[in-house]
Each structure stands twice: as C-alpha cells, then as structure tokens.
Nanobody
Framework: QVQLVESGGGLVQAGGSLRLSCAAS????????IGWYRQAPGKQRDLVATISSGGDINYADSVKGRFTISRDNAKNTVYLQMNSLKPEDTAVYYCNAHYAVGQLKADYWGQGTQVTVSS
C-alpha cells in the first residue's frame, strides 16, 4: 500500500499563492504517477496536475501557467505551487498516487486539504 499525507491548504485572497505538499510512504517504488485532483462542492473530482515517474507532467487547462507541480524524490514528496489563485480554484485538493507493478494496479488517495480563495 501507499500512504499519502497532504498539507498546505488554507484561506487566501484572490491573486494570492499557496503551496500544497503530499508526502508518500509505503510501497512508493511502484508509483508510476503522482499528482493532485480537486473537488468543489456538488462537482466531480477533476485532475489538476500529475507527474509521472519518468518526469512527464500534465496540467488541467484551467491551471496552466498558474500552477506548478514538482517532486523531491529523496523526500518522496510532491508539491503543488499555486499562484494567481482565483475563487473558482476553491475546492478540496486530493493527492493521488497511481500504483502499477506487473498486473497489480491501484489508486491511492490522501485525506484531502481545503483550499479557499476569497474574492
């Protein structure tokens, strides 16, 4: 299994910045991609940004140019730097790790961290 612990959420004014962190532990050797999703009230959970084990990065169109995903392999930690935040970025942000070793595939989720952007 893979355990994920997020931190860094909070309340910020529009135009401000926040940095989220996600520390992974457990069978991290099998994680093929790790990243962030978000879910606003009454909406589905959507991809924000992911980074693969090979370093390939994918962003949602709505955050391109404002958010940056990065990782520290030595710390098994992935970060999401969020700049120029907008009220529509308000959501619970979840860290996700996609585990893939042979035939075994699984998705692991953190507990979520609230990001609120006031106008």
């Amino acid at each position: 299994q893979v355990q994920l612990v997020e931190s860094g959420g909070g309340l910020v004014q529009a135009g401000g910045s926040l940095r989220l962190s996600c520390a992974a532990s457990g069978r991290t050797f099998g994680v093929s991609a790790i990243g962030w999703y978000r879910q606003a009230p009454g909406k589905q959970r959507d991809l924000v940004a992911t980074i693969s084990s090979g370093g390939d990065i994918n962003y949602a169109d709505s955050v391109k140019g404002r958010f940056t995903i990065s990782r520290d392999n030595a710390k098994n930690t992935v970060y999401l730097q969020m700049n120029s935040l907008k009220p529509e970025d308000t959501a619970v942000y979840y860290c996700n790790a996609h585990y893939a070793v042979g035939q075994l595939k699984a998705d692991y989720w953190g507990q979520g961290t609230q990001v609120t952007v006031s106008s």
